[in-house]
């Protein structure tokens, strides 16, 4: 897979190196664009194209997206709990929420109830009738009264606070809403926007299925995004077996090709929507981060991912 990605790359350097010289036309390329790697004859008229389209034509589809599998959408939601909630309940937990993102609001309009995936929500947009640019849209789930998403439009101006700063936000905004023990993942900045992804941590152990993202405004610190989507579908009190070897022994279980630089203890989703305790190792090997998951009782690899 490693090598068919860098061929895509190369191909798409080739089909930018073609456009540049006015060999073709992006139009061209667009006019067909739902067909680019099924359609023969615009292949056989695009050599850049079909070099890259013919190793994808019976390639399986790619759904399983390791500790981030996208089956968390298609399972039973196991974090919902607790009565149903009516129209006027779940209106107010946003005026709760906006209470706590520190942002003023002149209307809260109900958009009625549709599905998120798996799980039935709530749907409120929020207005501002003196700010014709401030919009938000809010999900609470009709089981439980969880928040489950929320976005509003950025916040302009210059960075006041660093993403350290920012992730420390976001870990106070999920402990206000029941999000309690996570830890940042991960985090992406884009402009002055910073995104972070948390995971539930318990005794050490990192549960990847229960995951949630939180975007920050790096101009004033105030949450303009949310969503615990993954969260609400997989977190439940769970029993792990004790290890039947130690994360140090695990590390034999590698190939010696590559070199572990970190290790922990996890649970991932499997493809069979269900979950798996394992070893994870953090390993470099000819320049690329992978990583390794061995399975805690078995001592067999779990999985691998770049």
Avoid at 7 to 35: M, P, Q, R, Y
Avoid at 65 to 92: M, N, V, Y
Avoid at 118 to 125: A, D, K, P, Q
Avoid at 204 to 223: A, E, F, R
């Amino acid at each position: 897979l490693c090598g068919y990605c860098r061929d895509l790359s190369g191909a798409l350097c080739g089909i930018h190196e073609e456009l540049s010289a006015g060999k073709c036309t992006w139009n061209e390329l667009t006019k067909k664009s739902k067909n680019i790697t099924h359609d023969k004859v615009l292949a056989d008229q695009n050599a850049s194209l079909k070099r890259f389209s013919d190793p994808f034509t019976n390639f399986p589809e790619l759904e399983y997206d390791g500790k981030f599998s996208s089956h968390i959408c298609k399972i039973q939601p196991r974090g919902l709990s607790g009565k149903e909630f009516s129209r006027t309940e779940a209106e107010d937990a946003v005026r709760k929420l906006f209470s706590q993102v520190r942002k003023e609001y002149s209307e809260i309009r109900y958009e009625g109830n549709h599905m998120v995936n798996n799980m039935e929500v709530l749907c409120f947009t929020i207005l501002q009738p003196e700010n014709k640019e401030f919009l938000a849209n809010v999900d609470i789930t009709k089981q439980g009264g969880f928040l489950c998403t929320f976005m509003s439009v950025g916040e302009n101006g210059q960075a006041t606070i660093d993403t350290t700063e920012a992730e420390e936000k976001g870990r106070e905004f999920l402990e206000e809403n029941g999000y309690e023990n996570m830890e940042v993942l991960s985090g992406i900045r884009q402009g002055n926007e910073y995104t972070a992804s948390y995971v539930y941590v318990k005794d050490g152990v990192y549960y990847y299925p229960d995951t949630c993202n939180v975007k920050i405004s790096l101009v004033t610190g105030n949450i303009i995004g949310f969503d615990g989507h993954n969260y609400l579908c997989c977190h439940e009190g769970r029993y792990l077996e004790k290890p039947a070897f130690s994360i140090e022994e695990g590390m034999e279980k590698i190939s010696k090709k590559v070199r572990v630089e970190e290790s922990r203890e996890a649970v991932i989703m499997t493809e069979y929507k269900t979950e798996k305790h394992v070893f994870e190792y953090k390993c470099s090997a000819m320049g690329r981060d992978v990583y390794v998951y061995v399975d805690t009782q078995t001592g067999e690899i779990a999985e691998c991912r770049c």
